[in-house]
């Protein structure tokens, strides 16, 4: 199976197109649901919006917690089974996060994230290098913007003495922006230096004047609205990079 960048048979024979979608709770579709102070998975989130809009079977593979390195694993064996023309790639909130418990309990120790800075540009960086190896297309999907006021309340409980701790080790509750968009910055990196297609639903967030009303309370879980304006997103960049993926119709209407 050719991969698609190259005219390869998906884009005019009769060869049946398969996606798969591998990231974490973001493309799982997992919202916090206020009403029910419980985290659950939204039926209307954007990879569930995508399928009727695309030629195709789409496989979602994200998984709530989901590192690239914990993604990636399971990635290769799906790989093997499903045989996808197109991999989506969305990891970096939870490769970025920190264990903010820890934190709070010593904030003089030495901390660091989930997945280290580096690791994760050589590792995606091998992802890439790995799905053209078996003739796949792999596409890139950038970090939606955080909330960091309402993220800092949320990983430290609202708690004033864990507030305090944490603080203590951040210095400013916006470095955690700061940091999340060093990630963001990775992504953009490899795009370029891999020369590999790469969704940007981070500027399409910030595009509208307050983009925190389409997160969940949680400050990085996009919301219901945040989910329509990802697959928005999605279904523009294809119609300007793989228009014969997209169902008839939908290559002159954005949906």
Known sequence: MREIDNGGPAANSGEELKYIVSGDSISKGVVYDEDRSKYVILEENYVSLLQDKLKGAVRNTARFGNTLMRGINSLKKDISKDKPNIVLIEYGGNDCDFNWQEIAANPEAEHHPKTDFNL??????ETIEYL?????TPILMNLPPLNADNYFKWVSGSNPAAESNIMKWLGSVTKIYWWQERYNST??????????????V???????????????????????DGHRIICEKVVEFLKTNYGHLLQPGMKETLG
């Open 120 to 125: 994760f540009e050589r590792m995606l960086t």
């Open 187 to 200: 992504i953009l990196k490899v795009s370029e230096l891999t020369k590999t297609k790469m969704i940007d």
């Open 132 to 136: 053209r190896g078996q003739q796949i």
């Open 202 to 224: 981070r500027s399409a967030f910030l595009a509208h004047p307050d983009f925190t009303q389409f997160l969940c309370v949680d400050g990085i879980h996009p919301n219901k």
